[in-house]
């Protein structure tokens, strides 16, 4: 199976959405967050398609690349797993640096916030990726899907309702 910066994504977030959407069970297309997220990535550059292209490499699908200055830029809607985008985007800038091109960079936009984060991989985000990557495969591989998370980030997801459709679960705080 090919690792993409939505596994590296979900690592980051949670394991049970990572198994969850790693073994083909898929809820993006439930969510108004989700549909949300599309129309400000669809609208807020609406010339950025003919600037910048949309490359597809090892798995990964980057939607805007400057490769004139070797800049990704990726669009999210909000803060809120902030860690998880930046790891997102040093995996795009990972497996880049491993198809030969090398100092790209990153730029995280946040367009309904106005705010930007650069990004660069370091030596040390290599590493991590690489360890971070034999743990993904782990866990996508176990038989059995991760137990809840039970989080208050839980109520936002997308896998919210598959989630916590059983009897009995207690609903996060």
Same mark, same amino acid.
């Given at each position: ?10 690592? %980051? =977030? ?5 198994? @969850?959407?790693? /073994? #083909? +069970? ?54 809120s797993h902030e860690e998880a985008?930046?790891? %997102? =985007? ?5 497996? @880049?640096?491993? /198809? #030969? +091109? ?30 971070m990557r034999r743990q993904i ?37």
């Open positions: 199976m090919q690792i993409t910066g939505t596994h590296f994504n979900y690592y %980051q =977030v949670c394991h049970r959405k990572l198994w @969850l959407f790693a /073994n #083909g +069970i898929n809820m993006e297309h439930t969510s108004d967050l989700v549909a949300e997220g599309k129309l400000i990535h669809e609208n807020t550059y609406p010339f950025r398609s003919d600037k910048y292209t949309e490359i597809e490499i090892d798995g990964v699908k980057i939607d805007f690349y400057d490769a004139r200055n070797k800049v990704v830029h990726e669009i999210k809607k909000s803060r985008h930046e790891w %997102q =985007v040093k995996y795009y800038l990972f497996v @880049l640096k491993r /198809n #030969g +091109i090398d100092g790209a960079t990153a730029v995280l936009e946040y367009p309904t916030l106005r705010k930007t984060l650069n990004l660069e991989l370091s030596k040390d985000d290599d590493e991590k990726i690489v360890e495969e782990e866990i996508i591989s176990t038989p059995n899907c991760p137990p809840l998370l039970n989080s208050r980030k839980c109520r936002n997801c997308s896998y919210f309702d598959f989630c916590y459709s059983g009897e009995g679960e207690e609903l996060p705080l």
